[in-house]
């Protein structure tokens, strides 16, 4: 029956502390998890180098990377569900809301003005921002090109639709406030999307 020797649990705790893994309690857990699993080979007869080769392989087979995504899914899976709720229900709300304020602002129904406001308050206020952190966190190892796309795109949109609101309340500033989304849309938002996407192609 063999045992790890100091040396042994020096070599895995060097291994883990040198990994991208940032969270410290995260790497005294695996470093007691890999102990276990390669003194469970060593048992069985196997060499130090083959039962550590065996523990990686059983444990992390893509990376201590994959560990430390998966780890962070799982610790944040909830908040993600109760995010993507939000963003759904808010979508569908404001689709309705959009329809049936600009119906009734065509046909000049009384609260037509209150319905438009309070469907972009919800669309600017709770959706538009529900869709921008559910993109801009879906990706743990996003480059700040993709970052910065996602928030351009966020503010183009967003100055847009308060553009839109502006005309048809005939409010002062519209023409600005468009010329505003126009330039951040054309000139940050689609150089960053087209970027990505001709980087891609000829990869």
Known sequence: ???????????????????????????????????????????????????????????????????????????????????????????????????????MKLNHIAGAQIALLVTTALFVLVFLPALFVNLYKRDLTKSTSDKLKYIFGFLGILIFILSVLFKISHWPGATMIFLSSVVIINFAFFPLLFFKMYRKSVE
């Not at 883990?16 to 007691?32: C, H, R, T």
């Not at 899976?77 to 939000?86: D, F, H, N, Q, V």
């Open 1 to 103: 029956m063999n045992n790890l020797t100091k040396k042994d649990i020096e070599f895995i705790t060097q291994i883990i502390n040198n990994s991208s893994i940032k969270s410290a309690q995260m790497k005294e857990d695996l470093i007691d998890h890999f102990c276990c699993a390669v003194e469970e080979e060593m048992k069985k007869g196997e060499s130090f180098s083959k039962s550590y080769d065996m523990a990686y392989q059983y444990i992390c087979p893509d990376g201590f990377d994959e560990i430390q995504r998966e780890t962070i899914f799982l610790l944040t899976s909830k908040k993600i569900k109760r995010m993507k709720r939000l963003l759904y229900l808010s979508g569908y709300l404001s689709a309705i809301g959009i329809t049936t304020s600009f119906f």
